[in-house]
């Protein structure tokens, strides 16, 4: 099996340009132009990618997320959430890396088998950086009325979120 997955990646591109040559398309050339398309959007990017990577570490650096947190543990302990995994549900939607140490934090205050860490790893792997992907990508591609993406987006990271602590404290408790 092993074998198997470490010769799909070659396999599919000799697929695609076996392809492209029976079509008759000039594969190279088509490959170039693309490649200077993913440069150009990548350039574009980069003022959302900068504005939404600074509004991120003025929300952390202001105790705005300590405030939100100390405002929802109640209620998350109420409702039977683990309080230790709402700092993840709160930076996984604005930012992978940021929830990626907020993974990493959990990792070293409660041990990498602990409940906490796999409830927040299920987190991390159910949801999407939606706040981020609408910053950056809606905004190169200059779309403005977002306001059902961010709708749908969020809802979605929600049901995630629930589903993550669900699935995860129902098989491992």
Not at 32 to 52: C, D, H, Q, R, S
Not at 132 to 154: C, M, R
Request: proline content about 3%; hydrophobic content about 55%.
């Amino acid at each position: 099996m092993q074998q198997l997955t470490s010769l799909i990646i070659p396999l599919l591109i000799l697929l695609i340009i076996s392809y492209g040559l029976i079509k008759r398309i000039a594969v190279y050339e088509e490959f170039v132009e693309g490649a200077k398309e993913g440069f150009t959007i990548a350039v574009n990017i980069i003022p959302y990618l900068v504005a939404m990577l600074f509004a991120i570490a003025i929300f952390r650096a202001s105790g705005a997320l300590d405030f939100i947190l100390t405002l929802l543990t109640p209620l998350a302990t109420f409702l039977g959430f683990p309080a230790e995994v709402i700092p993840m549900g709160l930076m996984r939607p604005l930012t992978g890396s940021g929830s990626v140490g907020v993974l990493a934090e959990l990792i070293n205050t409660h041990g990498d088998d602990s409940i906490i860490v796999k409830t927040a790893a299920v987190m991390f792997g159910s949801t999407e950086t939606t706040l981020y992907v609408l910053a950056v990508y809606f905004g190169a591609v200059k779309i403005k009325n977002t306001a059902y993406a961010i709708q749908a987006g969020l809802i979605a990271d929600l049901a995630g979120f629930i589903a993550a602590v669900t699935v995860t404290w129902w098989y491992f408790s």
